[in-house]
């Protein structure tokens, strides 16, 4: 077996901090074998390094080895690329196609940015981890394919799988052993070492003499945060090689090309959210017409007890606490003198004439028919948010309904009307 040394100098590794070489170590340990391995790591640390390491010390190593981008290969043709099709399986497809993984059989395949496959792909690559069988688009029959799936990606995989955007059966297939590569900001002993390397690289590409970095320089190159790692460290060498007369480079002169160098404190974000919060835009704009449907329905409630009995105070009396709610504060200092009797007396009800009594019935009859009207959208909102609640809450009403601003008895009575 090589020594770690000997395989980074044979791959074009460069740097000697402690995680990189435990990263390389694992590659190496793990090659012999046909595990699924899964590369993890910020976009730009050299992810793509590690599946050539482990395909060239395998078995597969005389056998084919593809790269395949995930996240660059539109959803609607990605099975076709990975699986093949047959002729006239889909508009354009004129002719049987292999994909990549029966032009690989008996090699090896990376899967670059894995964690943006869709959902139906996924199952299919699930079956050719599992028994690796797969069936081409447009065919029934199938086939059968012996490969070695090395996958990376630089997203949160877990934050993924509870987001429902990758299958956590999957997820534990393909990462049967993790490699993770550490980010260039914790490799600081190792950023002036790229840095050379990549200068004289580019003074060679260019002809011209190498740049080389004052002391001061060198400890603002090492003190930045470098977010795009090691692929941004080398695009500034060559800004700096083509652009730059001097060929000694101070601390000014480099920080010009350091964008943001004055804000390299890591922002604190809390993973955690709050009880109540809500994840997104339209959950909220749900609670808001879910809150506004129950203030109408206490207007209604309100508006046809003062039509009924018509005595204003004893009104407020009697629902003092719905009038709270509705209002606020200013809601239980209503005065009967700032009340205008004339804009009273449609909400009057004479006992005398049966006339009026059939007016009166038309009143209630148009104060129920809001009801009716309410759209069967808003109804399929009002679900969705109770069933979401309830989840967050693990079917807990109380708080449930502390969190929608109901009563208990009101969401007990929602959830018997919608059979949850």
């Not at 694992?26 to 976009?43: C, N, Y």
């Not at 059968?144 to 934050?159: L, P, Y």
């Not at 600081?188 to 070492?193: F, G, N, P, R, V």
């Not at 500034?236 to 000014?252: C, D, G, H, M, P």
């Amino acid at each position: 077996m090589e020594s770690v040394q000997a395989i980074k100098q044979r791959f074009g590794i460069i740097g000697d901090d402690p995680k990189l070489n435990r990263a390389v170590e694992k590659a190496i340990q793990v090659a012999p074998t046909d595990i699924s391995v899964l590369v993890t790591g910020e976009s730009g640390v050299g992810k793509e390094s590690i599946p050539k390491i482990i395909h060239a010390l395998s078995h597969r190593k005389h056998g084919k080895y593809i790269a395949v981008n995930c996240g660059a290969i539109p959803e609607g043709t990605i099975d076709s690329e990975l699986f093949g099709h047959e002729k006239g399986a889909f508009t354009g497809a004129t002719q049987t196609r292999s994909g990549y993984f029966e032009v690989a059989d008996g090699g090896t395949i990376f899967l670059d940015e894995v964690g943006e496959l869709p959902l139906p792909t996924q199952v299919r690559l699930l079956r050719v981890l599992e028994n690796g069988e797969f069936i081409k688009v447009g065919s029934s029959k199938v086939q059968k394919t012996n490969v070695r799936i090395v996958a990376a990606t630089n997203i949160n995989m877990f934050e993924s799988i509870k987001k429902e955007k990758f299958r956590e059966d999957l997820y534990y297939r393909l990462s049967t052993v993790e490699i993770n590569l550490p980010p260039l900001r914790e490799r600081k002993d190792d950023i002036h070492l790229l840095f050379r390397k990549f200068a004289s690289d580019f003074g060679l590409k260019y002809k011209m003499p190498t740049i080389k970095l004052e002391d001061e320089a060198v400890e603002l190159l090492k003190k930045y945060r470098w977010g795009g790692n090691i692929r941004q460290l080398r695009n500034i060498a060559e800004q700096i090689s083509v652009l730059e007369q001097k060929r000694s480079i101070n601390a000014e002169e480099l920080r010009h090309y350091l964008p943001d160098v004055g804000s390299n404190l890591p922002a604190v974000i809390s993973d955690k959210k709050k009880e109540g919060d809500f994840s997104n835009e339209r959950e909220i704009l749900y609670k808001v017409l879910f809150d506004m449907k129950n203030d109408l329905n206490d207007l209604k409630k309100l508006t046809l007890k003062l039509m009924q009995e018509g005595d204003t105070k004893q009104v407020q009396d009697e629902n003092e606490g719905l009038i709270q709610k509705i209002y606020g504060n200013s809601g239980g200092d209503i005065d009967e003198a700032d009340i205008d009797e004339d804009k009273l007396e449609v909400l009057q009800i004479p006992q005398q004439n049966a006339n009026q009594k059939q007016e009166e019935k038309d009143k209630y009859y148009f104060a129920e028919e809001i009801e009716e009207e309410e759209t069967l959208s808003l109804q399929d909102k009002e679900l969705e948010l109770i069933k979401k609640s309830l989840e967050r809450h693990g079917g807990k009403r109380k708080a449930a309904a502390e969190e929608l601003g109901i009563s208990e008895r009101t969401l007990y009575r929602k959830i018997k009307q919608y059979n949850l």
